[in-house]
């Protein structure tokens, strides 16, 4: 007993209601936990190519195919509606 220590402390983000989250779900939490007693490693999850190659040519085609949709008024719109979103917030600390 307490030959193992697990930091699941959550700091709360100061500009924002909603606290951060942990990344790794309770049983991930268990599978490292039993892993680290018994001296093992878990498997690294590897993505698979196939996927990643599909998802890599819809995002180039779709990112031309939006662009050339639009017209330059609907660019302007967008654009300064992602700056506002961006830099328009002025309750931060």
Known sequence: ???FE???HVAPVPWCGMPKRSRTDINSLAASIVAQATGTQLPKRR?????????????LVGGVAR???????DRARIAKAAAL????KKDRP
Do not use: I, S, Y
């Open 6 to 8: 697990f930091d699941v």
């Open 85 to 88: 979103a961006r830099w328009g």
């Open 1 to 3: 007993m307490g030959q």
């Open 47 to 59: 993505k698979n190519p196939h996927a990643v190659a599909l998802g890599r040519k819809g995002g």
């Open 67 to 73: 662009a050339k949709a639009l017209t330059p008024e």
